[in-house]
């Protein structure tokens, strides 16, 4: 029988997971990406001896990576291994409270209560309902097609469910962390999870606060040789089953013919496909590659998610008080949201995430040195392409910096690096800039989010972080496993005209 043919748009995460996954299912895959590099978000920057991973650096679930690398029963553990951090990520406020996050849950709750007084209970017991909520929504959620949720609800046992229907859907994460803690400091730590997906605490439902369940329970890992050996792992599987890549070839439109398409059309070539798997930003994709295909309702006035200002400093000392993973909280979190997603506005007192691989890889900076990536959230830019101002933004970052660590990183600073939603979106093709496509500020933003099957062109599917299930590395994996699955019923399903 003659190979079927699949054409992938992008070489994101998500896409590299399809690539792996259709050529393993005996589909001819051609991957197309506008870029030089497979990575998408993900990729690394090297110079005067330091390396930097400049997109997505926490990592959960590993198993979605080895899962991926281990189809068609070739294991490839010698392309990719990693390891679990101990300190999941170092808290720091204005006060002077410093919280770790051991990655046992009762250290970690003792640690709570050590520097909070917040019961040790609470925590646990807010861990517990995150566990719970997450294992009921798993299925549901997040490895299986949104338009099949209410078919996988009825095959579950009412007990199954019993953690989702305990959820009040109209809560918000912060009004239910303000029900759980007492403390302010806990409050703002369990509020951070709605970051995780470009969203507000104050207006996403409280059902996201499972999100907290995968570091705290499951734990967090960093890959042994960073995070970019992720998409080295992936782009090499895929490589091994056959798979084409043409890098700088850029999508500029698509053929279609009774519902279908039948040529993917680059700025040098027209290309025929029997399935086409489109990895690029929904937003940006019916604006540009799919510009005659009808836009959905959520792509037509986008609700579009944070973006990030990030630079990239390579510091000529150490920090021990410094771990992997921190965060510096900002004294009013509440304003800093309004600010970001109400006012499209930079925000005075950020909280700013300072990630140093060097940490845990420590050929990633040189010895006695240290590569920092800070990065804090921003509006994306407005219609007319205006972004908030960078100096403005790295003036607050310093100040930050100084009053929370007493460190002056000026004084340390020995190159400089940056990525705005400008860049962003011209790297990445992010609309605007927006990491994860829509936010998830409202109640239906689940059932809204871009499904992964086209409803208007058949042999039409989409994967990455911009569609169900979400943004993030375990979620664009999951993603491409959702795509394959659909694209199994669309074979075993009769054709219609």
Not at 77 to 95: A, G, I, Q
Not at 177 to 191: A, C, E, G, M, T
Not at 312 to 326: A, E, F, I, R, T
Request: proline share 5%; with cysteine.
């Amino acid at each position: 029988m003659k190979q079927k043919k699949c054409i992938i748009i992008g070489a994101g995460i998500g896409g590299l997971a399809a690539a792996v996954r259709m050529a393993a299912a005996n589909y001819e895959v051609l991957v197309l990406e506008k870029n030089d590099t497979p990575g998408g978000k993900i990729q690394q920057i090297q110079k005067y001896g330091f390396r930097f991973d400049t997109g997505p650096s926490l990592f959960t679930l590993p198993h979605l990576v080895t899962d991926v690398l281990n189809i068609s029963n070739t294991p490839d553990h010698d392309l990719f291994n990693f390891r679990k951090l101990h300190n999941v990520c170092r808290y720091f406020y204005e006060d002077g409270t410093i919280i770790n996050v051991p990655d046992d849950p009762l250290e970690f709750a003792s640690e709570i209560e050590e520097k909070t007084g917040e019961p040790a209970k609470h925590i646990l017991k807010y861990l517990k309902t995150a566990q719970n909520r997450y294992l009921a929504a798993a299925d549901l959620f997040i490895f299986n097609p949104i338009n099949s949720l209410f078919k996988s609800a009825l095959r579950k046992q009412p007990k199954e469910l019993q953690p989702l229907l305990a959820v009040n859907p109209v809560r918000t994460m912060h009004e239910e962390n303000r029900k759980y803690f007492r403390s302010p400091h806990v409050i703002q730590l369990f509020d951070r999870y709605a970051t995780y997906n470009g969203s507000s605490p104050y207006q996403a439902s409280s059902m996201l606060n499972m999100i907290s369940h995968l570091e705290h329970n499951d734990g967090a890992f960093f890959p042994e040789k960073g995070i970019y050996s992720i998409v080295e792992a992936i782009y090499q599987k895929a490589l091994q089953l056959g798979v084409e890549f043409r890098f700088r070839s850029k999508v500029i439109g698509l053929e279609t013919e009774k519902r279908s398409i039948r040529q993917v059309i680059t700025t040098s070539e027209h290309l025929s496909a029997d399935i086409v798997i489109s990895d690029v930003d929904v937003n940006t994709f019916y604006r540009n590659q799919a510009q005659q295909l009808r836009k959905p309702r959520a792509v037509r006035k986008p609700a579009l998610s944070s973006s990030a200002l990030i630079f990239y400093w390579g510091m000529k000392s150490s920090h021990p008080q410094l771990d992997v993973h921190n965060i510096l909280f900002s004294n009013d979190y509440k304003n800093e949201f309004s600010a970001i997603f109400e006012k499209q506005q930079l925000f005075n007192d950020p909280t700013v995430y300072i990630f140093i691989s060097s940490k845990a890889v420590k050929s990633d900076a040189p010895e006695g040195m240290e590569n920092w990536f800070v990065m804090i959230n921003v509006p994306p830019t407005n219609e007319n392409g205006q972004q908030v101002s960078v100096s403005e933004a790295r003036s607050h970052i310093i100040n930050k910096i100084k009053r929370t660590l007493k460190v002056d990183p000026e004084k340390e600073l020995l190159f400089e690096e940056k990525a705005t939603p400008i860049t962003i979106e011209e790297r990445t093709g992010s609309y605007r800039g927006a990491l994860y496509g829509n936010n998830s500020n409202s109640l239906w933003s689940a059932f809204l989010r871009h499904r992964n099957r086209s409803r208007e062109i058949k042999n039409l599917f989409f994967t990455g972080g911009s569609v169900h299930p979400g943004g993030g590395i375990p979620l664009c994996l999951a993603s491409s496993e959702i795509v394959k699955k659909e694209i199994d019923k669309l074979w075993s399903q009769p054709s219609k005209s």
